[in-house]
């Protein structure tokens, strides 16, 4: 059964604080891994998508890697306003049906 | 750029009602968009995938009966709440998928908050 695991629930860091979340994924064949922010009571806001292995994807503050297990969401230096819901999710199968598995994601928290 | 917008935003309706949420692409062609709700403090659940000129199809416990789905353009799909009770009353979610392009990648709109009387 496809999974999609994120940790950690929830991340509080101060201002300039670096750290990463994660997202663990059990699928055959993956076709790709999403990365969406989610700001309270709105839509989720695409970052990045990563397709293969070794693959990293960067955006101001936040670079996106994958393994053949895992992805990563790196936030380097962050600021109150990066604070959202983070959500990884993958196609069901791993295949391009265009279904999508979200995780439960991670509520990131940043002090001034 | 990959611009999808809903609407209404947010509605109130009394129950046994019926509201129809639209959802659109703005700046790009989607042949396929999909339908989610979202809980407080869940993450999404995919209620159905819509394709244009097609039937949508639902997820396993999703009753078609109550939530139509019409996707009658390539920028265009509405989800129908039919009869709508208060255990209805959710955040519901649309996303495209483009035509052309990066197809695999899905993008949001803003969400439309139904809260049922």
């Known amino acids: 059964e496809d999974q999609v695991t994120q940790s950690p629930e929830a991340l509080r860091l101060q201002e300039g604080e670096s750290s990463s979340l994660n997202c663990s994924y059990t699928?055959?064949?993956?076709?790709?891994l999403f990365w969406y922010r989610q700001d309270p009571g709105k839509g989720p806001e695409f970052l990045f998508t990563?397709?293969?292995a070794g693959e990293e994807k960067e955006k101001e503050r936040l670079k996106a890697t994958l393994t053949k297990k895992e992805s990563f969401l790196h936030i380097t230096a962050p600021k109150p306003e990066d604070s959202a819901t983070y959500l990884c999710?993958?196609?069901?199968?791993?295949?391009?049906?265009?279904?999508?598995?979200f995780g439960q994601g991670t509520i990131l928290t940043v002090h001034p | 750029g990959a611009v999808v917008s809903q609407h209404p935003s947010w509605v109130i309706c009394k129950s046994g009602t019926s509201v129809k949420i639209e959802c659109r692409s703005l700046?790009?062609?989607?042949?396929?968009m999909f339908w989610y709700r979202q809980f407080p403090k869940q993450s999404l659940m995919l209620m159905a995938t819509?394709?244009?000129?097609?039937?949508?199809?639902?997820e396993q416990g999703v009753e078609k009966d109550k939530f139509l789905i019409n996707h009658a353009s390539l920028t265009l799909s509405t989800l129908t709440v039919t009869s709508a009770h208060p255990e209805d009353s959710s955040f519901y979610i649309c996303s495209a998928r483009p035509t052309s392009g990066d197809q695999e990648t899905q993008y949001f709109g803003p969400g439309t908050r139904l809260l049922v009387l």
């Open positions: 990563l397709y293969s």
């Open positions: 699928v055959s064949g993956l076709r790709g």
């Open positions: 819509s394709n244009e000129g097609s039937k949508a199809t639902y």
């Open positions: 700046d790009f062609q989607a042949t396929t």
């Open positions: 999710a993958v196609p069901y199968g791993g295949t391009s049906y265009g279904k999508l598995t």
